[in-house]
Structure formats: C-alpha cells, structure tokens
C-alpha cells in the first residue's frame, strides 16, 4: 500500500452557542454526542473526549449528512466535533460555540490509500501530485 497525506485539520468540540466552555460540558443533564455513524474517526475521538472526563453519553444521536449534524447541535441537542474549517462559517455566525481540544486529540491527518501497484492514471496522477504539495503547503494555481 502506499498513502499520501492530504491535509491535516484542526479539530473543535461544536456545542449550541451557549455552552462557553469546555468545563460546561459537565453541567449539561442527559448530554448527547450528535455524530456520524458508527466508525467515523471524529465520533471515536469525541467518545475519547467524552469518557476521559467522565462524562457519560448514554446513546449519540447518529446522522448521515454534516446539515443535519450542525443542525441538531446549533438547537441545543448535543454536542459533536468536527474540523475548524467545516464549522467557522456557522460558528461566525453564532449558530454555534467552537472550542479548542487538548492538542492531542485537536490534530486529524487524512491519507489518500492505493495499491502501490495500482494503475495511476493521468487524473490520480495530477490529484497526488496537488495533494502531496498541498501537504507540503506548496499548492500551484491552476
């Protein structure tokens, strides 16, 4: 196998707007963790989060679609954890609170993964090339 990073994110934990911080999370009765469905690779890190404070999500509300998702968590559902990126626009918007994780569960690589000895075509080609630059951060304009 061979893999190429794509691009590292920055994590936040997403809450309603009036949840402030994260030593909030421990006042809310019957918090719920609004995720993707099961092996999702944010859900797995919030779950983390969640236990290694001692906080008890008895079952996440699981959504497929990120609206939906942003949705639930802007009414005061429950909370989930998503890229800074994902979240910025509804979070300049008040619609949502971000906060920073603890740095080691803040960073998430994602890695492209092909057969070494896979057909590259022209396009994969072109896409490998602009992902490993964009992971150098030497993107080329087009």
């Known amino acids: 196998m061979a893999q190429a990073r794509v691009f590292t994110e920055e994590l936040v934990l997403v809450a309603s707007p009036a949840v402030s911080s994260l030593k909030d ?34 079952k996440p509300l699981e959504f497929g679609s990120l609206d939906a998702i942003l949705s639930c968590v802007a009414a005061g559902v429950g909370v989930t954890l998503l890229p800074q990126g994902v979240v910025a626009q509804a979070a300049a918007a008040g619609k949502v609170s971000a906060h ?43």
């Open 25 to 58: 999370l421990a006042k809310i009765a019957d918090l719920k963790a609004v995720v993707f469905q099961f092996g999702c690779s944010y859900r797995q890190r919030l779950e983390a989060f969640l236990y290694g404070r001692g906080l008890v999500v008895a």
């Open 100 to 142: 920073r994780m603890p740095a080691e569960l803040a960073r998430m690589q994602t890695l492209f993964i092909r057969r070494r000895d896979g057909y590259v075509s022209s396009a994969l080609g072109a896409f490998l090339e602009m992902a490993e630059g964009a992971a150098r951060g030497k993107l080329r304009a087009a």
